[in-house]
């Protein structure tokens, strides 16, 4: 449950005014989700998005504290700046430098197209050749999530026809994928449409808590599966990731494997844990492997 600022213990308010000032006015958005407390803090040193979790010595309190520990490496061109961190009463909260905007529109036509495929390209530019210590790494997470391998190990009788006669397949090619994600550079790997917000003419990336290591066109990868999801396809989704300049270079091979790779994950991920959001991105990620192999992209 989402709290609000008065549902904040004392201590912690206290900890949060020690850094920004008394706070006026607070705003709550109606997005996001991994977060026990979010809000923009009006104050009288200006105004500043807070967010926080109650766990922090769990899981959650480690994506927070990872997200914060990697916030000086991140472009500021498209990442609002980390401006303080506190702690008190069990809870962690982050202030990042607030943004006037909304989340961006990621269907067929937008105007904001243009400004992700170029915070794109500027993460891939910029991001490239990281050595931070501690950042977990990408074929890492993946070689033990490994949706496909779990699921022919562990078939479930919800799996369909078309999943079951190509399994071999598919593991075969998400090992492929799980390979050709290895790189150096820093990556979101989490960006859908509520992870950028758009303005001031650009595009912004938030919500850093599962950055990692790997090939820089991954990001655009996983986009390509969240605009066939809001309605291009497959082929137009590609040719707008062919845009950014994280995408040109990467084989059709990579990319084939790569995509069986994430599709695996999603069809896991909506099998075990089927929450709502995960029916309609499974179904973009297997198109995108439709089309893959159906274009003889093996």
Known sequence: MRHTWNDLPGTVRAAIEAETGPVSRVEIPAAGRNSDFAATLHTRRGVVFCKGIVDAGGKRGTMHRHEADIAPYLPPAISP??????????????????????????????????????????????????????????????????????LRHQPLAVLDQWSRDRLDLLV??????????????????????????VGGGRAWVIDWAWAQTGAAWVDAAHLVVRLIDQGHDPETAERWAASTFAWPGVSPEALTAFS?????????LHHTDPLPMRAGVTAAARRWVEHRLVMGRA
């Open 81 to 150: 700046r980390l401006l303080w961190k506190a702690e008190a009463d069990g809870w962690i909260v982050l202030g990042f430098r607030h943004i006037a905007g909304r989340h961006a529109d990621l269907s067929p036509g937008s105007k904001d197209l243009p400004l992700v495929a170029e915070a794109v390209s500027v993460m891939a530019r910029e991001l490239g050749g990281f050595t931070a210590p501690n950042v977990p790494v990408l074929s890492e997470k993946m070689a033990w999530m490994a949706g496909w391998r779990r």
């Open 172 to 197: 075969e090619l998400e090992a492929k994928g799980i390979e050709a994600a290895v790189g150096d550079s820093l990556i979101h790997t989490d960006l859908h449409q509520l992870n950028i917000l």
């Open 260 to 268: 069986v790779a994430l599709l695996g994950m999603w069809t896991y």
